[in-house]
T-cell receptor
Framework: AQSVSQHNHHVILSEAASLELGCNYS??????LFWYVQYPGQHLQLLLK??????LVKGIKGFEAEFIKSKFSFNLRKPSVQWSDTAEYFC??????????FGQGTELSVKP | EAQVTQNPRYLITVTGKKLTVTCSQN?????MSWYRQDPGLGLRQIYY???????DKGDVPEGYKVSRKEKRNFPLILESPSPNQTSLYFC??????????????FGPGTRLTVL
């Protein structure tokens, strides 16, 4: 069965630091990959998604993610975080039925 | 505005008292789903629906019921809530065409506490 693993449960950074959040998935075939963000007290919103083509995907608010098939990874990056990036981040992969399988989530705290 | 709405947003109840959390979407989506979010566990699917009158169990369906009588609504029913159902609940919807490729739209969440 498809599974998703996020290695970092809680990340604390200072403003302007660079960010990389890890995401690994288990399925080796064709995959679609998503990153969702949940700001404090809000619902999940789509940050970016990958279906095919260029493995470097750019999303909203300066985020990007790189799909590396050989490593089964889809890590989320941002060169310089802001206090407003404080949120919980979820990596997700749909299974064959279209159901989203979520990782455990990574809580990001950015200190001003 | 395209959105998924849930009510109530916050609910404190006692063990055994039946409750319903409503979910409604205005995007004419066929696919709707309920998740619960617990610390360290991410989001786990409770039930989903591919269309009106078509529902199926997700990963953690025990203690929950759903119905899909209308396309826009997908209520979550807890017949006899227990403290282990204390959680944050999200409803989501998506177009069935391209399911798995399309973004799922999430509601604002319902924080449920069962005493």
């Amino acid at each position: 069965a498809q599974s998703v693993s996020q290695h970092n449960h809680h990340v604390i950074l200072s403003e302007a630091a660079s960010l990389e959040l890890g995401c690994n998935y288990s399925y080796g075939g064709t995959v679609n990959l998503f990153w969702y963000v949940q700001y404090p007290g809000q619902h999940l919103q789509l940050l970016l998604k990958y279906f095919s083509g260029d493995p470097l995907v750019k999303g909203i608010k300066g985020f990007e993610a790189e799909f590396i098939k050989s490593k089964f990874s889809f890590n989320l990056r941002k060169p310089s975080v802001q206090w407003s990036d404080t949120a919980e981040y979820f990596c997700a992969v749909p299974n064959q039925g279209g159901k989203l399988i979520f990782g455990q989530g990574t809580e990001l705290s950015v200190k001003p | 505005e395209a959105q998924v709405t849930q009510n109530p947003r916050y609910l404190i109840t006692v063990t055994g008292k039946k409750l319903t959390v409503t979910c409604s979407q205005n995007m004419n989506h066929e696919y709707m789903s309920w998740y619960r979010q617990d610390p360290g566990l991410g989001l786990r699917q409770i039930y989903y629906s591919m269309n009106v009158e078509v529902t199926d169990k997700g990963d953690v369906p025990e203690g929950y019921k759903v119905s899909r009588k209308e396309k826009r609504n997908f209520p979550l029913i807890l017949e006899s809530p227990s403290p282990n159902q204390t959680s944050l609940y999200f409803c989501a919807s998506s177009s069935l065409q391209g399911l798995g490729y399309n973004e799922q739209f999430f509601g604002p969440g319902t924080r449920l506490t069962v005493l």
